[in-house]
Every structure is written in structure tokens, then in C-alpha cells.
């Protein structure tokens, strides 16, 4: 596998809406839904329809990077993996290089 495809693939998995959002939120820990949609709709400055942020989270999980473990009581949180969190760590990377890079970039 090319070094190239193995960097678009790993870009792809941030690609759906409010997916970095989730991401960074659960960061801090978990999460119940209702708290990560308050946390989303703020840091994205949008609407959240729950069907997008339902997909997106579906997708991360898919991909390992964060669970949702039900149990019988109503506490079911969303948690990153070891994955995820190694994500968000590439994500801190990248803030930082946007702020340090902000000013002579073209918007």
C-alpha cells in the first residue's frame, strides 16, 4: 500500500459532517448522546439533525474509533478507542500546525 493512499484513507475517516467535532468532544471522556449534540452544535456553530450526527458516529464506529456499549440501564455513552484517541492526538497535530500556519494561508 502506497504511504499516499494510506494518508487519504486515514483523511476519509474525518470526512462526514460533525465527525471532528465528535471526535475532539470525546476527547475529554465520555459522552450520552444528548451531551455530545449540545457540545457539536456549539463547536460547529450548526444545526445538528440527528440523522447526520447518528451516521457520522455509526461511521467512526465502524471504524473502530469509538464505542457505544449499552447496557441494560439508560447509560449508554459514547467512548474513543485506543484508535480514536491516537486520532484525535493527529488532530491536536494538525491545530497546531493551522495556527501556527493561519496567517499566511489563503481562506
Do not use: C
Amino acid at each position: 500500500m502506497s504511504q499516499l493512499f494510506l494518508i487519504h484513507e486515514t483523511v476519509n475517516l474525518i470526512q462526514p459532517k460533525f465527525s471532528i467535532e465528535a471526535l475532539t468532544a470525546l476527547a475529554d471522556g465520555p459522552l450520552r448522546y444528548s451531551a455530545l449534540v449540545r457540545i457539536v452544535t456549539v463547536t460547529s456553530g450548526e444545526t445538528v439533525h440527528p440523522s447526520t450526527l447518528i451516521d457520522s458516529l455509526r461511521k467512526l464506529q465502524d471504524n473502530g474509533l469509538l464505542e457505544h456499549p449499552t447496557t441494560d440501564g439508560d447509560t449508554a455513552v459514547y467512548r474513543l478507542t485506543s484508535k480514536g484517541r491516537d486520532l484525535v492526538g493527529l488532530l491536536r497535530q494538525v491545530r497546531a500546525w493551522g495556527e501556527a500556519h493561519n496567517d499566511s494561508l489563503d481562506h
